[in-house]
Structure formats: C-alpha cells, structure tokens
C-alpha cells in the first residue's frame, strides 16, 4: 500500500498556521475517511523487527566517528588558494560532470604535474 502524498499545509509547523490554513488540513484529513485507519495502523511483527534491526543516527554516526572522513586514510590539510573565479567555475563543472568533488578534482591535478600515486 502506498502512503499518500501530505499536503504543505501537513507539513507545516501548525501553530504558524492561520485559522483558514488549520481549517484546511482538517477537511483534508477527513476526506481521508477510513483510509486513515489504515495509514494509521500498528506496525506488524516483520516492520517492528526490520525499524529495530535498522541503526539510529546517533549509533550510525559514532560508529563512523565524528568530522570530516580521512581521505586515504591519512587525513588532509586545509589550504588556501587563490584561483581565476572563471578556472574554477570550469573546475567545478567539470568535476561535478566526473562525479568528482572539488577537492579530489585538486588533488587529482596536483598528483599529476608533481607525481603521486
């Protein structure tokens, strides 16, 4: 069973909501009628297992530690560089274009003209 699409007025914090807003929301609830029993139901036995198997955020995020994953397992330095604004709206589209981030993009060059990996 799919879950029904909410309205923006659902979604809404509802005590910024005027008066005609609230009313709103509530009529569009109740042409829900008795499908809302339905997207209101309890979880089952399998959903309940498989929503307590699933980590939380708090456990996913200290498992992986806190910052800025190590990049090659070493870590990185922050650097400051002064580039042409037009290069690196270049850069930059053909990074996102390969799927790359600005900084692997970098990287990459430098490894290239000094001599890396």
Not at 33 to 57: Q, V
Not at 84 to 96: F, G, I
Request: charged letters at 30%.
């Amino acid at each position: 069973m799919s879950k029904p699409k909410f309205s923006k007025l659902q979604q809404k914090n509802w005590e910024i909501l005027t008066d005609t807003e609230r009313q709103a929301a509530f009529e569009e609830l109740d042409s829900l009628g008795s499908r809302l029993d339905e997207l209101t139901r309890p979880l089952t036995k399998a959903e309940r297992l498989r929503l307590l198997a699933e980590p939380s955020k708090t456990e996913y995020e200290a498992k992986r530690g806190r910052g800025r994953p190590k990049l090659g397992g070493v870590g990185a330095k922050n650097v400051l560089v002064s580039v042409e604004p037009s290069l690196l709206h270049r850069a930059d589209l053909w990074a996102k274009k390969n799927g790359l981030s600005r900084s692997a993009l970098f990287t990459r060059c430098v490894e290239l003209v000094v001599g890396g990996r």
